[in-house]
């Protein structure tokens, strides 16, 4: 339920992806990103598109270099019975986190627009800083795919 008392339908949806990296789904990113009911399913999917066709152009390279592997599709390859099959995992796991923060991050200034009393206000939800905390959540997942730190330093 959100702060409005209004509660939170979750959206059985899917969103298709290019047949390499994971589709992903509303209902997913609803729970494990807990986006407040006011949220229309169509600025969700909008959002998540976005957000996806982003990390896929940021993991070009990734992409490349795992399917030379022999990998064609990296859901299908994930698993836990051996080492090789949990890393896929992870990716796995990392992608979802980086395109679903990335999509979070995009909606939370939208809040803002929403029609509400002021008293009603959740700076939380409005908190500049969370955007950016958001955005810094999906680029370390997209750094740890690429197989990058955190920090990056150059000499120019």
Known sequence: M???GKPTTFVEQ???NDG???NLSVSE???GYRLPAEYLVELLVTELTTAMI???TDLATVKSVLQVSGVSNLEAVAGVATSAEFGYAYKVMLYKRAVYTRAKASLLPQFATVTRREIAEN???EDPERKETFLAFSQQAVRTLQGRGR???ALL
Request: net charge neutral.
């Open 123 to 125: 700076t939380g939800k």
């Open 29 to 31: 990113f609803q729970k």
């Open 2 to 4: 959100s702060f409005s």
């Open 151 to 153: 920090i990056t330093a």
């Open 20 to 22: 390499f990296w994971p």
């Open 14 to 16: 899917a969103i298709e």
């Open 54 to 56: 982003e990390v896929n």
